[in-house]
């Protein structure tokens, strides 16, 4: 398949967008002045971050739109166009080509309200000799508030999660046995190959006051509830058992005989939101969110003391079993 | 080597930038509203676009940041800061990164004349179990008069270049045939290896009344002047001898016995401008660009019949047996 084909068949289905003065066919697309103030880059690597055996096509192209739509909500955002970088492995042909935009399409459908904003506008596509090789680069715009960054935790401040954790490492695992076919365990399947973004939830989380810091879960909940406070010198103390996570999740972990904590406490790739509010704001954003139908759930406390504790359910031990732990290229992230 | 110590390096290379509020490190990059409105994106594959045997890392950056510099240039506007994507193959280590930032910042300072302008804003880094893969988003913003598409050629109009055409393809065949130990061809070589984005010209053209259309060579001149007469119906009819390229092209084509018009009218990689100028007013425009130290060089004119008639040296000739060129991936682009 030829270059100008995969183009062509991008271009054919994309429509004019909100802030896009010139998209698909240029050297560069024009963006109205003033319509974005946020970009995410976001790459899947064929071997590292999907399967072709475990994702279908859709599945994968899903998945490179919820990572960056992620990035942009947990900046208190709302996402726009987007260029897409495809290097395409041996076995892609035209039908795969289709499908990865299928999805790509299917996800804006699903996880974004206004239609025609997020689509794509531009980008390059080539043969790759090896695996294939995704990129999404996303636009979004703050909300009058401005940007929601990792930094602004503070001692006392409330540590809240919106969605669940666990439900992609323990569905990955689900596949990496071959046990997909287990209908009970069919929503861990479908987290892992088609994850949620919490994206009108963090545009929301954006608009209100107290709310300090976010960020998405893609290396895992303790990690990525690290990178808020570690530059800070801060540190939280969690309550496992308030970590919200798929019932399905504690079942599946009891008849595989798996680490389920571990999958709650590290697996990534959930993209939910870790939210940091200020402990006299917290009761009336959580109120109001749930009149949004957002489920904003208290786990734990910002305090001085450097480090997450997590307590509950194997207490400490589940924080040391987890110090050792990083998104290295060897352990290829959700994979490792 | 860790993911977090590849964007460190990066971090720690880089200062604050002009209309960027918040760079590296958060999910998103926040930029001035208003501050861009142009962007393009491209991607270089290992065993495709560059292979480590005839480039160093220094050269891939330098050629990842050339080509989209490039891409603004042909819009007609200068460039500002830019994502990166790295996904890297299995013998990359640390000082290769180092090596890839390195040319990326000797691209910025050669081509770029406003300091803090052109730099890293945010990215993503992967490990790819086979070859390395690269991807760059630059923004830019356009001039005064806007942006300077594919679409407005008019019959009659002048076919002009800026930049020479072929050097690259002829050094990438120096290097395919192990010869570039050969000093008399050192030109061509580093012109394969470091590419000469028209960054001043473009944006100089783009301020320029008459100045209708503009595409950089990427895929070779025959095919990208044809992206700008193809979809309005038009063609031209080009002096071969008026073509600019290196007198060390011509010398080395016929020592090697190549095809030396086909580095000319089909090599990539080169990013000259190919400018298409209302015929009244192009005579004034490339004396005014000669006065800023830019040769403007007129090498035709479009007319109403189709396709791309190129004569000298061959004659028509030429133009038959560019008619079957295609940038496919089963060619790989410029190693095709």
Sequence with gaps: MREFDIIGRIKARTGSMAGVRLGIGDDAAVL??????????DTMVEGVHFRWGWSSAADVGWKLLARNLSD???????????????????????????GLVEGLEAAARAMVEARGEVGPIGGDTTRSPGPTVLSLTLFGRTGPRGPVTRRGAQAGDVVAVVGALGAAAAGLEVLQRGLEGVGRWAELVEAHRRPWAQVRAGAWLGRQEGVRAMIDVSDGFAQDLGHLLRPAGLGARVEFEALPSPAALRACAVELGAEG????????????????????RFEA???????????????????????????????LQIAASL?????????????G
Excluded: K, N
């Design 323 to 335: 110090a050792g732990y990083e998104h290295t290229f060897e352990g290829g992230g959700e994979e």
């Design 261 to 280: 904590s571990r999958w709650v406490l590290a697996g990534g790739d959930d993209y939910a939101l870790v939210v940091i509010a200020a402990a006299g």
């Design 32 to 41: 109205e002045r003033g319509a974005f103030d946020l970009v995410a880059l």
């Design 285 to 315: 954003i959580a109120a109001a969110a749930a009149g949004e139908g957002i489920e904003l759930v208290s786990v734990g406390r910002v305090r001085s003391e450097r480090g997450v504790e997590v307590v509950g359910a194997g207490g």
């Design 72 to 98: 942009i909500a947990a900046m208190g955002g709302t996402s726009g166009p987007f260029l897409l970088s495809f290097a395409l492995g041996e076995g892609v042909d035209g039908a795969c080509v289709d």
